[in-house]
Protein backbone atom coordinates (compact mmCIF):
# COMPACT_ATOMS: atom_id res chain seq x y z
CA UNK A 1 0.00 0.00 0.00
CA UNK A 2 1.28 3.37 -0.94
CA UNK A 3 1.61 6.10 1.99
CA UNK A 4 1.84 9.83 2.18
CA UNK A 5 5.17 10.64 3.73
CA UNK A 6 4.41 10.79 7.49
CA UNK A 7 6.09 13.82 7.99
CA UNK A 8 7.48 17.23 6.24
CA UNK A 9 10.71 16.12 7.42
CA UNK A 10 10.57 12.42 5.71
CA UNK A 11 9.09 14.55 2.36
CA UNK A 12 12.17 17.20 2.53
CA UNK A 13 14.54 13.83 2.59
CA UNK A 14 12.36 12.35 -0.45
CA UNK A 15 12.56 14.87 -2.44
CA UNK A 16 16.38 15.64 -1.62
CA UNK A 17 16.84 12.12 -2.37
CA UNK A 18 15.74 12.10 -5.64
CA UNK A 19 17.79 14.68 -6.75
CA UNK A 20 20.84 13.34 -4.59
CA UNK A 21 20.79 10.56 -7.02
CA UNK A 22 21.98 12.86 -9.35
CA UNK A 23 24.95 14.29 -7.30
CA UNK A 24 26.24 11.25 -6.62
CA UNK A 25 26.61 10.00 -10.11
CA UNK A 26 28.44 13.47 -10.74
CA UNK A 27 30.94 13.73 -7.58
CA UNK A 28 31.67 10.27 -6.83
CA UNK A 29 33.73 10.19 -10.41
CA UNK A 30 35.73 13.12 -9.79
CA UNK A 31 38.73 11.58 -7.80
CA UNK A 32 38.36 8.22 -10.66
CA UNK A 33 38.72 11.00 -13.69
CA UNK A 34 42.47 10.12 -14.68
CA UNK A 35 42.19 6.69 -13.89
CA UNK A 36 38.75 6.04 -16.08
CA UNK A 37 41.08 8.51 -18.57
CA UNK A 38 44.06 5.76 -18.70
CA UNK A 39 41.45 3.34 -18.98
CA UNK A 40 39.66 4.39 -21.99
CA UNK A 41 43.35 5.84 -23.74
CA UNK A 42 41.38 9.44 -23.41
CA UNK A 43 44.37 11.74 -25.16
CA UNK A 44 43.95 14.74 -22.74
CA UNK A 45 42.37 15.88 -19.40
CA UNK A 46 40.02 18.08 -20.94
CA UNK A 47 38.29 14.86 -22.69
CA UNK A 48 38.04 13.44 -18.92
CA UNK A 49 35.95 16.56 -18.35
CA UNK A 50 33.77 15.72 -20.83
CA UNK A 51 33.08 12.38 -18.59
CA UNK A 52 31.62 15.05 -15.80
CA UNK A 53 29.91 17.60 -18.34
CA UNK A 54 28.07 14.82 -20.69
CA UNK A 55 25.68 13.98 -18.31
CA UNK A 56 24.74 17.38 -18.03
CA UNK A 57 23.58 17.19 -21.71
CA UNK A 58 21.13 14.30 -21.12
CA UNK A 59 19.95 16.00 -17.68
CA UNK A 60 18.69 19.15 -19.74
CA UNK A 61 17.22 16.73 -22.41
CA UNK A 62 15.51 14.25 -20.77
CA UNK A 63 12.64 16.96 -18.67
CA UNK A 64 11.46 17.54 -22.41
CA UNK A 65 10.00 14.20 -22.41
CA UNK A 66 9.69 13.85 -19.07
CA UNK A 67 7.63 17.02 -17.91
CA UNK A 68 5.12 16.91 -20.23
CA UNK A 69 4.57 12.85 -19.76
CA UNK A 70 4.60 13.66 -15.58
CA UNK A 71 1.35 16.39 -16.70
CA UNK A 72 -0.11 13.75 -18.70
CA UNK A 73 -0.09 10.30 -16.68
CA UNK A 74 1.14 11.41 -13.46
CA UNK A 75 4.73 11.91 -11.36
CA UNK A 76 5.15 8.68 -10.11
CA UNK A 77 5.32 6.28 -13.57
CA UNK A 78 7.88 8.93 -15.00
CA UNK A 79 10.08 8.58 -12.14
CA UNK A 80 9.94 4.82 -12.08
CA UNK A 81 11.05 5.01 -15.77
CA UNK A 82 13.75 7.53 -15.60
CA UNK A 83 15.45 5.19 -12.59
CA UNK A 84 15.06 2.27 -15.21
CA UNK A 85 16.78 4.47 -17.99
CA UNK A 86 19.73 5.21 -15.53
CA UNK A 87 19.86 1.04 -14.87
CA UNK A 88 20.79 0.03 -18.33
CA UNK A 89 22.81 3.69 -18.92
CA UNK A 90 24.64 2.70 -15.77
CA UNK A 91 25.86 -1.01 -17.54
CA UNK A 92 26.70 0.95 -20.98
CA UNK A 93 29.46 2.68 -18.56
CA UNK A 94 30.80 -0.28 -17.01
CA UNK A 95 31.66 -1.92 -20.11
CA UNK A 96 32.77 0.63 -21.64
CA UNK A 97 36.21 0.50 -23.54
CA UNK A 98 36.38 3.71 -25.10
CA UNK A 99 35.36 7.19 -24.55
CA UNK A 100 31.87 7.49 -27.33
CA UNK A 101 30.19 4.22 -25.64
CA UNK A 102 30.78 6.03 -22.19
CA UNK A 103 30.04 9.80 -23.21
CA UNK A 104 27.16 7.41 -24.59
CA UNK A 105 26.33 6.24 -21.10
CA UNK A 106 26.51 9.26 -19.33
CA UNK A 107 24.01 10.97 -21.53
CA UNK A 108 21.67 8.25 -21.20
CA UNK A 109 22.47 8.57 -17.05
CA UNK A 110 21.73 12.16 -17.58
CA UNK A 111 18.37 11.40 -19.50
CA UNK A 112 16.98 8.89 -16.51
CA UNK A 113 18.20 10.86 -13.60
CA UNK A 114 16.29 13.64 -15.20
CA UNK A 115 12.72 11.97 -14.71
CA UNK A 116 13.49 11.84 -10.51
CA UNK A 117 15.19 15.50 -11.18
CA UNK A 118 12.59 17.42 -12.53
CA UNK A 119 9.80 15.55 -11.18
CA UNK A 120 10.68 16.45 -7.67
CA UNK A 121 10.53 20.17 -8.55
CA UNK A 122 7.30 19.56 -10.23
CA UNK A 123 6.08 17.29 -6.71
CA UNK A 124 7.20 20.31 -4.47
CA UNK A 125 5.22 22.85 -6.98
CA UNK A 126 1.93 20.43 -7.09
CA UNK A 127 2.10 21.69 -3.23
CA UNK A 128 3.73 25.07 -2.62
CA UNK A 129 4.25 28.02 -4.09
CA UNK A 130 5.66 30.96 -3.44
CA UNK A 131 8.12 32.09 -0.73
CA UNK A 132 6.96 28.69 1.19
CA UNK A 133 8.21 26.94 -1.67
CA UNK A 134 11.42 28.74 -1.99
CA UNK A 135 11.59 27.25 1.82
CA UNK A 136 10.85 23.55 1.14
CA UNK A 137 13.82 23.98 -1.90
CA UNK A 138 16.04 25.39 0.30
CA UNK A 139 15.85 22.85 3.04
CA UNK A 140 15.79 19.94 0.30
CA UNK A 141 18.85 21.55 -1.51
CA UNK A 142 20.56 21.15 2.28
CA UNK A 143 20.07 17.79 2.75
CA UNK A 144 20.66 17.26 -1.39
CA UNK A 145 24.09 18.99 -0.48
CA UNK A 146 25.07 15.67 1.80
CA UNK A 147 26.14 14.02 -0.89
CA UNK A 148 28.08 16.25 -2.87
CA UNK A 149 29.92 16.86 0.87
CA UNK A 150 30.20 12.69 0.64
CA UNK A 151 30.58 11.42 -2.73
CA UNK A 152 33.87 12.59 -3.84
CA UNK A 153 35.42 10.15 -0.64
CA UNK A 154 32.77 7.47 -1.18
CA UNK A 155 34.33 7.38 -5.07
CA UNK A 156 38.06 7.50 -3.83
CA UNK A 157 37.31 4.77 -1.12
CA UNK A 158 35.49 2.30 -3.62
CA UNK A 159 38.92 3.43 -5.80
CA UNK A 160 41.78 2.47 -3.47
CA UNK A 161 39.77 -1.05 -2.54
CA UNK A 162 37.73 -2.11 -6.26
CA UNK A 163 38.22 -0.28 -9.33
CA UNK A 164 36.27 2.45 -11.41
CA UNK A 165 33.69 0.34 -12.22
CA UNK A 166 32.77 0.01 -8.37
CA UNK A 167 31.86 3.73 -8.41
CA UNK A 168 28.84 2.88 -11.21
CA UNK A 169 27.59 -0.11 -8.77
CA UNK A 170 27.35 1.88 -5.58
CA UNK A 171 25.28 4.79 -7.34
CA UNK A 172 22.86 1.88 -9.08
CA UNK A 173 22.76 0.45 -5.30
CA UNK A 174 21.53 3.82 -3.81
CA UNK A 175 19.38 4.32 -6.16
CA UNK A 176 17.72 1.36 -6.05
CA UNK A 177 17.34 2.23 -2.43
CA UNK A 178 15.87 5.91 -3.36
CA UNK A 179 13.51 4.15 -5.59
CA UNK A 180 12.02 2.03 -3.29
CA UNK A 181 11.74 4.68 -0.79
CA UNK A 182 9.56 6.86 -3.23
CA UNK A 183 7.05 3.61 -4.27
CA UNK A 184 6.39 2.54 -0.75
CA UNK A 185 6.02 6.50 0.75
CA UNK A 186 5.33 9.05 -1.73
CA UNK A 187 1.69 9.86 -2.83
CA UNK A 188 1.03 11.22 -6.34
CA UNK A 189 0.71 14.82 -5.85
CA UNK A 190 -0.56 15.62 -9.73
CA UNK A 191 -4.84 16.00 -8.89
CA UNK A 192 -7.16 14.75 -11.69
CA UNK A 193 -8.31 18.19 -12.45
CA UNK A 194 -4.74 19.15 -13.72
CA UNK A 195 -3.77 16.56 -15.67
CA UNK A 196 -3.39 18.06 -19.24
CA UNK A 197 -3.91 15.47 -22.41
CA UNK A 198 -0.36 14.45 -24.23
CA UNK A 199 0.20 16.33 -27.61
CA UNK A 200 2.56 17.85 -29.27
CA UNK A 201 1.11 21.04 -29.97
CA UNK A 202 1.20 21.48 -25.84
CA UNK A 203 4.84 21.50 -26.51
CA UNK A 204 4.79 24.64 -28.65
CA UNK A 205 1.86 26.29 -26.37
CA UNK A 206 4.30 25.44 -23.20
CA UNK A 207 7.68 26.50 -25.19
CA UNK A 208 5.54 29.91 -26.28
CA UNK A 209 4.19 31.05 -22.57
CA UNK A 210 7.89 29.69 -21.27
CA UNK A 211 9.29 32.39 -23.86
CA UNK A 212 6.55 35.09 -23.68
CA UNK A 213 7.02 35.13 -19.13
CA UNK A 214 9.83 37.68 -18.84
CA UNK A 215 9.93 37.03 -15.24
CA UNK A 216 10.39 32.82 -16.58
CA UNK A 217 12.55 33.43 -18.98
CA UNK A 218 14.54 36.19 -17.25
CA UNK A 219 15.12 33.97 -14.10
CA UNK A 220 16.02 30.90 -16.17
CA UNK A 221 19.43 32.31 -18.10
CA UNK A 222 20.29 33.75 -15.19
CA UNK A 223 20.06 29.75 -13.69
CA UNK A 224 22.06 28.56 -16.67
CA UNK A 225 24.79 31.40 -16.44
CA UNK A 226 25.17 30.97 -12.76
CA UNK A 227 25.16 27.12 -13.02
CA UNK A 228 27.58 27.19 -16.19
CA UNK A 229 30.04 28.63 -13.86
CA UNK A 230 29.48 26.53 -11.31
CA UNK A 231 30.13 23.60 -13.83
CA UNK A 232 33.17 25.38 -14.56
CA UNK A 233 34.55 24.35 -11.29
CA UNK A 234 32.77 20.90 -10.90
CA UNK A 235 34.02 19.39 -14.21
CA UNK A 236 37.80 21.33 -13.74
CA UNK A 237 37.98 20.60 -9.79
CA UNK A 238 40.56 17.80 -10.20
CA UNK A 239 42.55 18.68 -12.91
CA UNK A 240 43.16 21.75 -11.23
CA UNK A 241 43.50 20.68 -7.45
CA UNK A 242 45.41 17.11 -8.80
CA UNK A 243 47.46 18.83 -11.31
CA UNK A 244 47.90 22.62 -10.70
CA UNK A 245 48.36 22.39 -6.90
CA UNK A 246 49.50 18.47 -6.24
CA UNK A 247 46.88 17.97 -4.05
CA UNK A 248 45.62 14.46 -5.14
CA UNK A 249 44.74 13.07 -2.03
CA UNK A 250 43.63 15.87 -0.20
CA UNK A 251 40.64 16.63 -2.71
CA UNK A 252 37.99 14.86 -1.30
CA UNK A 253 38.10 16.91 1.87
CA UNK A 254 38.61 20.01 -0.05
CA UNK A 255 35.62 19.31 -1.94
CA UNK A 256 33.44 18.50 0.71
CA UNK A 257 34.77 21.75 2.51
CA UNK A 258 33.50 24.02 -0.41
CA UNK A 259 30.11 22.17 -0.41
CA UNK A 260 29.68 22.96 2.97
CA UNK A 261 30.00 26.44 2.00
CA UNK A 262 26.62 26.37 -0.52
CA UNK A 263 25.08 24.31 2.75
CA UNK A 264 25.40 26.98 5.13
CA UNK A 265 23.90 29.45 2.50
CA UNK A 266 20.96 27.21 1.68
CA UNK A 267 20.57 26.84 5.19
CA UNK A 268 20.39 30.11 6.47
CA UNK A 269 18.68 30.89 2.68
CA UNK A 270 15.43 29.04 4.46
CA UNK A 271 15.27 30.77 7.59
CA UNK A 272 15.57 34.60 5.63
CA UNK A 273 13.18 33.91 2.36
CA UNK A 274 10.17 34.28 4.44
CA UNK A 275 11.44 37.29 6.04
CA UNK A 276 12.83 39.33 3.04
CA UNK A 277 11.83 37.48 0.08
CA UNK A 278 13.65 35.66 -2.43
CA UNK A 279 14.09 39.03 -5.09
CA UNK A 280 16.17 40.63 -2.51
CA UNK A 281 18.37 37.64 -1.31
CA UNK A 282 18.97 37.25 -5.39
CA UNK A 283 19.80 40.64 -6.04
CA UNK A 284 22.31 40.69 -2.97
CA UNK A 285 23.92 37.27 -3.96
CA UNK A 286 24.73 38.19 -7.48
CA UNK A 287 26.18 41.59 -6.48
CA UNK A 288 28.60 39.71 -4.07
CA UNK A 289 29.00 36.76 -6.60
CA UNK A 290 29.98 39.42 -9.08
CA UNK A 291 32.15 41.58 -7.24
CA UNK A 292 34.38 39.17 -5.86
CA UNK A 293 35.00 37.51 -9.38
CA UNK A 294 35.86 40.48 -10.45
CA UNK A 295 38.49 41.21 -7.74
CA UNK A 296 39.95 38.27 -8.28
CA UNK A 297 40.27 38.19 -11.80
CA UNK A 298 41.79 41.94 -11.40
CA UNK A 299 44.65 40.46 -9.11
CA UNK A 300 45.88 37.36 -11.14
CA UNK A 301 45.36 37.91 -14.94
CA UNK A 302 48.10 36.70 -16.72
CA UNK A 303 49.66 35.86 -13.12
CA UNK A 304 50.93 33.13 -11.39
CA UNK A 305 48.40 30.68 -10.16
CA UNK A 306 47.36 32.25 -6.58
CA UNK A 307 48.23 30.60 -3.49
CA UNK A 308 46.02 27.55 -2.26
CA UNK A 309 44.34 29.49 0.39
CA UNK A 310 42.98 32.33 -1.84
CA UNK A 311 41.48 29.73 -4.45
CA UNK A 312 39.61 28.17 -1.46
CA UNK A 313 38.36 31.62 0.02
CA UNK A 314 37.45 32.79 -3.53
CA UNK A 315 35.74 29.61 -4.05
CA UNK A 316 34.05 29.61 -0.83
CA UNK A 317 32.82 32.99 -1.34
CA UNK A 318 31.27 32.21 -4.22
CA UNK A 319 29.63 28.88 -3.57
CA UNK A 320 27.95 30.91 -0.47
CA UNK A 321 26.32 33.16 -3.14
CA UNK A 322 25.73 30.19 -4.95
CA UNK A 323 23.81 28.78 -1.79
CA UNK A 324 21.30 31.94 -1.98
CA UNK A 325 20.88 31.41 -5.79
CA UNK A 326 19.85 27.89 -7.12
CA UNK A 327 17.10 27.43 -5.02
CA UNK A 328 14.87 30.88 -5.22
CA UNK A 329 16.00 31.70 -9.25
CA UNK A 330 14.11 28.38 -9.81
CA UNK A 331 11.43 29.19 -7.81
CA UNK A 332 11.13 32.48 -8.96
CA UNK A 333 11.28 31.45 -12.56
CA UNK A 334 8.12 28.62 -12.01
CA UNK A 335 6.38 31.43 -9.79
CA UNK A 336 4.21 32.21 -12.84
CA UNK A 337 3.88 28.45 -14.33
CA UNK A 338 2.06 26.45 -11.65
CA UNK A 339 -0.67 25.58 -14.20
CA UNK A 340 2.45 23.72 -16.04
CA UNK A 341 4.48 22.67 -13.40
CA UNK A 342 5.77 20.08 -15.45
CA UNK A 343 6.42 21.70 -18.87
CA UNK A 344 7.72 24.44 -17.23
CA UNK A 345 10.37 22.64 -15.19
CA UNK A 346 11.13 20.75 -18.21
CA UNK A 347 11.53 23.67 -20.37
CA UNK A 348 13.43 26.29 -18.21
CA UNK A 349 15.71 23.14 -16.82
CA UNK A 350 17.06 22.28 -20.86
CA UNK A 351 17.33 25.89 -21.67
CA UNK A 352 19.15 26.77 -18.63
CA UNK A 353 21.18 23.68 -19.02
CA UNK A 354 21.56 24.33 -22.74
CA UNK A 355 23.36 27.62 -21.59
CA UNK A 356 25.44 25.84 -18.88
CA UNK A 357 27.18 23.18 -21.05
CA UNK A 358 28.63 25.28 -23.59
CA UNK A 359 30.00 27.59 -21.19
CA UNK A 360 31.63 25.28 -18.92
CA UNK A 361 33.40 23.43 -21.64
CA UNK A 362 34.75 26.50 -23.41
CA UNK A 363 36.02 28.42 -20.28
CA UNK A 364 37.11 24.74 -19.04
CA UNK A 365 39.75 24.79 -21.85
CA UNK A 366 41.82 27.14 -20.71
CA UNK A 367 42.52 26.40 -17.37
CA UNK A 368 44.98 23.97 -18.19
CA UNK A 369 47.52 26.09 -17.15
CA UNK A 370 46.08 28.88 -15.37
CA UNK A 371 43.34 28.87 -12.55
CA UNK A 372 42.80 32.61 -13.64
CA UNK A 373 40.17 32.01 -17.17
CA UNK A 374 37.71 30.80 -13.97
CA UNK A 375 37.89 33.94 -12.09
CA UNK A 376 37.26 35.50 -15.66
CA UNK A 377 34.34 33.37 -16.51
CA UNK A 378 32.70 33.79 -12.81
CA UNK A 379 32.74 37.54 -13.98
CA UNK A 380 31.35 37.34 -16.97
CA UNK A 381 28.67 35.50 -15.62
CA UNK A 382 27.74 37.12 -12.84
CA UNK A 383 27.78 40.61 -14.80
CA UNK A 384 25.42 39.31 -17.21
CA UNK A 385 23.30 38.35 -15.03
CA UNK A 386 23.28 41.63 -12.87
CA UNK A 387 21.96 43.02 -16.28
CA UNK A 388 19.36 40.18 -17.03
CA UNK A 389 17.84 40.87 -13.20
CA UNK A 390 17.44 44.54 -14.25
CA UNK A 391 15.65 43.69 -17.17
CA UNK A 392 13.16 41.34 -15.60
CA UNK A 393 12.76 44.73 -13.01
CA UNK A 394 12.10 46.67 -15.45
CA UNK A 395 9.75 44.09 -17.73
CA UNK A 396 7.52 43.66 -15.03
CA UNK A 397 7.10 46.97 -13.94
CA UNK A 398 5.92 47.83 -17.56
CA UNK A 399 3.34 45.27 -17.56
CA UNK A 400 2.22 45.77 -14.40
CA UNK A 401 1.63 49.91 -15.56
CA UNK A 402 0.16 48.27 -18.81
CA UNK A 403 -2.19 46.51 -17.16
Not at 152 to 158: E, N, Y
Not at 162 to 170: D, E, H, K, L, T
Not at 295 to 311: A, K, M
Not at 320 to 341: T, V
Request: include cysteine.
Amino acid sequence: MIQKPSSSFEFITLMASLMAVTALSIDALLPALDVIGISLSTESLVENQLIITMIFLGLGIGPLLFGPISDSLGRKPVVYLGFFIFLIASFICVASESLTWMLIGRILQGIGLSAPRTISIAIIRDQYQGDPMARIMSFVTVVFLLVPIIAPAAGKLVLDYANWQGIFYMQLFCSGLVAVWFWRRQKETLSPENKRPLALRDYKHGLMEVLGQPVTMGYTMISGLVFGAFMVYLSGSQQIFHEHYDLKEEFPMIFALLSIAIGIAIFINGHLVMRFGMKRIVSIALYGFFGVSLISFVLYYQSPNPTIEWLLFFFSLQFFAIGFLFGNLRALAMQPMGHIAGMAAAITGFISTLMALPLSTFIGHYISAYVWPVFLGFTICGGVSIVLMHWIHSATKDRSSND
